[in-house]
């Protein structure tokens, strides 16, 4: 079965600092993975996805993520932070039968 | 049109009512799904449409009805729910290529309150 563990449930980073959240899976095949950043009270909204080639996949609002599949990690990172970043952040994995699976989520928060 | 629309945004509802959610999407998607999204956690998976067929329930009570009665259009239906049905309802839609999942479409959920 699929899993998805971010161990990081929060995260205070200071504006203009840099950012990496974890994000390990387990999968008995190649994974399709996903970043989803979640606002309070709002539906998902897609960073970025690695389906196959390049491991270093670049999403929307600068943010990138790379995958090493010799970690079982998709790790996804930001050179320089926002205010506007803070919000949820959810790592899935997708596989057969049209399933995505989520991790439990990391809060992040931006100190100014 | 690149929008997943759910109605209403918010529902308040007591244990003996019946009420529906509704989720419409007009990209020729094939697949649309229900997820349950309780305060703080990720969301899980109930169901799953393929070609409006029933593909996956997650063994979902049957007090949550799911239907599907055209390629367009995502329904829950809702009856004698719980407490601790109290939770955000997001629905997402894909094409359906291959076996695996590709970029979902979330909308923004209906928020349900249970009384």
């Known amino acids: 079965a699929q899993s998805v563990t971010q161990p990081d449930i929060h995260i205070t980073v200071s504006e203009g600092a840099s950012l990496e959240l974890r994000c390990n899976y387990s999968y008995g095949a190649t994974p399709y993975l996903f970043w989803y950043v979640q606002s309070p009270g709002q539906g998902l909204q897609l960073l970025l996805k690695y389906f196959s080639g390049d491991t270093l996949v670049q999403g929307i609002k600068g943010f990138e993520a790379e995958f090493k599949r010799s970690q079982s990690s998709f790790n996804l990172r930001k050179p320089s932070v926002h205010w506007s970043d803070a919000a949820e952040y959810f790592c899935a994995v997708g596989g057969y039968g049209n399933k995505l699976v989520f991790g439990a989520g990391t809060i992040l928060r931006v100190k100014s | 049109d690149t929008e997943v629309t759910q109605t209403p945004k918010h529902l308040v509802m007591g244990m003996t009512n019946k009420k529906s959610l509704k989720c419409e999407q007009h990209m020729g998607h094939r697949a649309m799904y229900w997820y349950k999204q309780k305060a703080k956690k990720p969301p899980e998976l109930m169901f799953v449409y393929s070609y409006e067929k029933l593909s996956i329930n997650e063994s979902v009570p049957s007090r949550f009805s799911p239907e599907c009665p055209n390629s367009s259009l995502l329904n829950l239906h809702l009856h004698a729910l719980q407490p601790e049905d109290s939770a955000l309802y997001l629905c997402?839609?894909?094409?359906?290529?291959?076996?695996?999942?590709?970029?979902?479409?979330f909308g923004s959920g209906t928020q349900l309150s249970v009384l």
């Open positions: 997402a839609s894909t094409q359906v290529q291959g076996q695996g999942v590709e970029k979902l479409f």
